[in-house]
């Protein structure tokens, strides 16, 4: 359960009452330089952070119990820069998804909570009469259900543990020889 | 890119607006109720179609010169609302804005509105917040000698004008030409030239002259040649607007108004009740009324059109006025931002792929219509 703050659930509740309370996604990507969206026709300003006001789709955030949704991202890829986006190293980076309930009177936002959190996964964009930069991104649960491989290798000792050499083995040359006692040994 | 203006000429008059709002929400409808929860993401943009009559085939041209240009280049246009060019309402003048207001935000605040070209804020004298018995932004004024000064305010209403109260001042003079009395200074955003000053007043006890002086000051505040009297004459019946028109000379960007109370007798009370202090460019010194937008006003803010909401706004007499806006404000605003009234334009971009410019034999092109949408700067 997702708890808002009091002035956070005032708006909450005159939206149940009947009252149109503007509601907008607000979308984080950590990239090198990281992205704020708000999804709407304004900037706003929460967290410290001004979100810019961007034409961004974010399609259905659907969860399922066992199956953790996906989302996918479509900015407009009609600038060069907005292109780069989608060939640059973005794997990986970090996607939370907000909605934040703004104040109909001052365009303050009063509280936002996370929706939906995880991982870029693949970019790309098409050009054309609808041109759009995509991207997929991986569920925080889905990542964290992964299977993780390990091999047990001194390089990946040093990756995880720089500087232990627990498994800086050679099994040919370091291990020691294992004498089985002869027959006389049993008939005692 | 560019932002071009809409043309002037004959080809571009005529037209018919059809005004519209594209609302940014999603929402839901109870099936069981049928009621709506409707959320918005504070994107609201006003959309109109312009439709230009049929013309001639010079006339036509610039059309198809103008628009196919505007479809091919991509720029936007400049666009007063036609249909309602000034506000409906009172407000005239060199309004700002008051205070900053976020994006998103349902209302503003504006300064310095007065009515109908009435420069002269506070000249309802209804707001007194420090209770010194003078009006906010007013100070006192005298020479000569005189006993029982007093200021206050009274609501009996002989010259009441507007609003709840009148500008009382009581006075005992004790020497011929003496004076008493108010000032204050005002700006005059269009310079020198001829202004009309009114005034309604009603009076008791001993019978004085009732005289409006102006001093014309240059924009470092010094005084731009003599005092000008707009009018002096003796206490008149209770109720008569005295009006008077002063000639401020070149350099003159503000003027300090001063009413006065003027002793021809003396030994006796004295006193004067005014209101509805009016300065205005030109000859007009009737009281203009206080400043006031109408549901569906149109200012412009930064180049922004924003659209005044259904309840409409009234100033106080210190010139603040709290607009309610009929969509969120496109942008931010910022305090002192200047309030354009008078054919404010909003930046407007084609809300279509394909224009319709249909030309029939004879030379004669079709009537257009042109689908726009409002664009944020």
Known sequence: ?188 | MATLDWPTTRAFQGARVQLGVDVTEYGFQGFYTGNRTRFSTLADRLTCVVTLPPCLAADAGLREGFLLGLRSAGDYVRLPMMHRRVPVGSMRGSPTVSASAAAGARSLVLAGVTGGGNLALGGSFELDTNADGIANGWTALSSGSFTGLTYGRTTSGGALVHGTYEQAIDVVFTAAGSFVGLERVYQLPDGAGTYTIGLTVRSGGDTQTVRVRVEPRDSGGTIVGSTLTAFSTPFPADGTRLTGQVVMPATTTQCTVRIEMFSTNTGLNSALRFDGLSLIRGISGAWPGIGTLAAGDFIGIGGNLIMVGGAGATATDDGLMTVPAAMPLPAALSAGAAVTWNQPTGVWELDTDALDLVNTPGGVQEGLAIPLRQVVL
């Open chain 1, 1 to 188: 359960m997702k708890s808002l703050n009091t002035a956070g659930q005032l708006l909450l509740d005159r939206a149940v009452a009947g009252d149109k309370i503007p509601l907008v996604p607000l979308l984080y990507i950590a990239l090198a330089v990281p992205q704020r969206y708000a999804l709407g026709g304004v900037p706003l300003v929460w967290g410290g952070f001004t979100w810019a006001a961007r034409d961004v789709i974010v399609n259905e955030v659907a969860d399922a119990v066992d199956q953790p949704a996906g989302l996918r991202i479509s900015l407009p890829g009609v600038t060069d820069a907005e292109r780069a986006l989608a060939l640059t190293d973005v794997e990986g980076a970090r996607v939370e998804l907000y909605h934040a309930l703004v104040d109909p009177a001052t365009g303050a936002v009063a509280d936002a909570v996370l929706r939906w959190a995880g991982e870029l996964d693949m970019p790309g964009f098409q050009a054309g009469r609808e041109a759009v930069v995509q991207f997929t991104a991986t569920h925080r649960a889905v990542i964290a259900m992964r299977d993780r491989v390990s091999r047990y290798t001194n390089d990946e000792q040093q990756r995880l543990y720089p500087g232990d050499t627990s498994l800086d083995v050679d099994p040919g040359t370091d291990a020691g020889s294992v004498v089985w006692p002869n027959a006389a040994y049993f008939r005692q």
